[in-house]
């Protein structure tokens, strides 16, 4: 079983920051990918960025105000958020998809709220 510990999320006027923390722990041979999905009210949940070893990938709405990155030492992975726009506000979940004794499983983060308002 792996564990998911979310951290970062608040509430921020239009254009601050903020900077959102994933760190996993528990049954992980290596963390393939790892990435940030958002869900907003009434709104389906959509992927925002992902890293594996190699690459990153970014949803288009947050391209060139969102970085994400990754510490493999610590099984952590970041989103850096800047230039923070009302349309962000959701609830931001981590996921990571990790490798346990030849087997692969996806695992969800409880979820951090953002909200970006004046």
């Known amino acids: 079983q792996v564990q998911l510990v979310e951290s970062g999320g608040g509430l921020v006027q239009p254009g601050g920051s903020l900077r959102l923390s994933c760190a996993a722990s528990?049954?992980?041979?290596?963390?393939?990918?790892m990435g940030w999905y958002r869900q907003a009210p009434g709104k389906q949940r959509e992927l925002v960025a992902s890293i594996t070893s190699g690459s990153t990938n970014y949803a288009d709405p947050v391209k060139g105000r969102f970085t994400i990155s990754r510490d493999n030492a610590k099984n952590t992975v970041y989103l850096q958020m800047n230039s923070l726009k009302p349309e962000d506000t959701a609830v931001y979940y981590c996921?990571?998809?990790?490798?346990?004794?030849?087997?692969?499983?996806?695992?969800w983060g409880q979820g951090t709220q953002v909200t970006v308002s004046s």
């Open positions: 528990g049954s992980i041979d290596s963390v393939l990918l």
């Open positions: 996921n990571v998809a990790v490798l346990y004794r030849a087997k692969l499983s996806s695992y």
